[in-house]
């Protein structure tokens, strides 16, 4: 009953709309420096250059909200049409991305507290596991477009990159933290690595 | 005369809109803790979860927005078109969703304040009765599409279960706060059964 | 040239957006009060009543920013296609409603200041100019649909409703705070009485 | 592969959506002055009146920020479809609108201050630079319609000058900051004037 009157257009435009204002408010915590109005431009840029780490943290968590975007936008055209699972998954994946300004905020303030990172790399890692379920989900449940097998399976593939290489840092970085990054980047690395060889192969004999 | 002028689109559009921002809100009650940048691990990961009401009061407050969404969203389905009374219910219903991330800051910093549980619950009753009110003027001025008359008395059904049980438990919490969360559960849990048994007996003797 | 290039629709959209955003940022007026979180039942009520002002000046702005939405909505659906006068014009109405959370904020806090009431209904005025401005400009250029030209001759003086009251308002309310109330009422009042006649007039010998 | 799949239509409402929040959070940069509620109507206008420089810096950036929308707008007429390249540059452009509020508020608060200059200015270049970027990066690719070349070049054209001027306006403030006033004016006008000579001997001679 309930998949005809759940339209793949609204969950769409809540989908953008959460975007837009979480990527937006991650700048909010790029704060103006509590300087008096007569500050010296020597001074005002030195409480600017001190922001540097909160302006990092912006810039990747920016970046990787819209990789999330657009991982969420290509899934979606695999979508034949939505189910009551799936939009709830939605809405918990938006959820997770609501909280990026906050975790974002927490690691531009405590740059080099273990449990910051911990908690900015569980919430980059929350919302890239619950993009990756929905399309668990919607294969289990067959409302993926299958037309071309290999397309929506190297779709499938791209979507669990981001998962599985920040569980690896995460974990590594309980031992280490400078370990979570290498592993962060190596499985990354290898899951391309080891994609682009299926790929080859499966076109070479399909 | 009005009635081809005011389009589901926009109204859309603007729902969907103030949802992905009231949702986004939600989240400005968390806090980054006010600690100096040199923090300890230990003391920062004992302030956050000094916040866990706050948290707990976002993720509650975010589904249940989730689910007004999507009952406004699959109510919408059987609208034919609007009229102005409509359109005016309807941003009544926005300004109480709008209001949840004030509600739910209330709620985050007296969790045990009786007066900080009644606003949130009475909000709450607010969005869904205003949601539930919309459907009543619909029917009444026979804007519902009826083609199915089971499915849309369901969905009509649907949209009474929240006013109902959040007003029970607000009835109820006015003699013991316990005594509100058991009501609004037990009248849930009872609409649900009878709605069931109800649909089963339609649907065998239609 | 650039009128087949500025789509209605992309218009909407950034209109709806900012409306979107603006009614639920009159919400961020409303502060959850600044007490211990053991703070009794009593006193909470006693300082949320104390936020009765902040309240009604968000209820009385969200209806109105409500309002000068749906006139737009209905104005553009007399709106053959844009111009880029008319798009800068809306621009500069987005621009006036967008400043209406600040506009809302300075009266809710300094409710009885004459300077505060005056930024406030000034604000109001110019979002409505604003608007009442664009279907002066369309109605010049010929961008209007006349199919129907009782329907939008009644489209255009709905829109100088609001602007003309207003005016009279703020003129009268330099004498007297209180005249600037009795006029906006009684200038809306007669425009719709003259309206109504009018209509009845044209309806019977067109 | 991933043409088809990168839809005009969801890259537009995420940039119709940030637009719109950036927009609105401009706004955020008046603040209500910080009086007693009994202030007196000379004290508030007064405290209102300091407030100018932040006044004005808001009207610039809410036009400035309404020019790259209107722009944006206008040159995705001619895109055919989308590659990753421009998906990228886009959230890239949208970054550096995002961060609008941000620089804004730098300037309301430094007016005078020649480091918030740069940094205001460096935000406007950066933005127009990316827009820029963008359809040269579609130009080469060769998604962009050229049914009308003419057309097209004169977009292409128009979205050279802020970045150029911009560009000019940064070089020149090194040395004096008022001339850095002057050269933007300057090669603004000097391009618009190039830009008709050019426009009247193509139509004449196709």
Redesign the interface.
């Known amino acids: ?2 998949s ?4 793949k257009g ?1 969950m ?3 989908t ?13 915590e ?1 704060k ?1 420096p509590d ?1 008096p ?1 007569s ?3 020597h001074e ?2 030195q409480r ?1 250059g001190e922001e540097m780490p909160a302006a990092i943290s912006f ?1 990747i968590s ?2 990787y909200c ?1 990789l999330l ?2 991982l969420h ?2 899934a979606m ?1 695999f979508i034949r049409h939505l189910q009551f699972a799936l ?2 998954l939605n ?1 918990l994946f ?2 997770s991305v ?2 990026m ?2 975790s974002c ?2 690691l531009a ?3 080099r ?4 990172q911990e ?1 900015y790399f569980g919430n980059m890692f929350a919302a890239s596991a619950l993009l990756a379920l929905q399309w668990l989900v919607a294969r289990n449940k067959k409302l993926i477009n299958e037309d071309d097998p290999q ?1 929506s399976q190297l779709m499938g593939q791209q979507l669990m990159f981001f998962p599985v290489a920040l569980a690896a840092g995460l974990v590594a970085s309980f031992f280490n933290p400078q370990a979570g990054s290498y592993a962060f980047v190596i499985v990354l690395v290898a899951m391309r690595i080891w994609q682009r060889k299926w790929h080859r192969k499966n076109a070479a004999n399909p």
Not at 4 to 7: F, Q, R
């Open positions: 009953m309930h005809i009157m759940l339209s609204r769409e435009a809540l953008d709309g959460i975007f837009a204002i979480a990527m937006t408010l991650l700048v909010l790029l103006v300087l109005k500050a010296s431009a005002l840029l600017i810039v920016f970046l819209g975007w657009v936008h290509m055209h939009v709830w809405l938006l959820m609501s909280t300004p906050f905020g927490l303030h405590f740059l507290n273990r449990v910051a908690f397309r």
